[in-house]
């Protein structure tokens, strides 16, 4: 499998800083640890900003093409949850180090 390394100082520069909002059905409480675990896995950065059972908003930094593969995965993630539309926009203020859920759901 071939290696592809970054310069860090180019990376920094081409990071894209979104805010998405997924609207669905996210009763099953497995949904936001399954977003925090595979941020971590594409390398992105952020925080959960709100979590409910209809809606889930998300700060995201990393690089384009990460945070494309994080809505898909949304898309196609766990199951048990449906996500019927995601909303993209260019996030203000900086992402956190590593992942982060501030919010969590309030469902059963």
């Not at 409480?29 to 594409?42: D, N």
């Amino acid at each position: 499998m071939p290696v592809v390394q970054r310069d860090p100082e180019m990376a920094l520069a081409s990071n894209a800083r979104e805010q998405m909002i997924l609207r669905g059905e996210f009763s099953a409480g497995s949904f936001i640890p399954w977003i925090e675990t595979y941020a971590r896995k594409l390398g992105l950065t952020g925080t959960i900003q709100k979590a409910g059972a209809d809606c889930i908003e998300l700060q995201l930094e990393g690089p384009p093409e990460l945070v494309d593969a994080m809505e898909v995965g949304c898309l196609l993630g766990p199951i048990e949850i449906w996500v019927e539309t995601i909303e993209r926009r260019p996030a203000n203020g900086m992402a956190a180090q590593g992942f982060e859920g501030n919010a969590r759901q309030n469902v059963p």
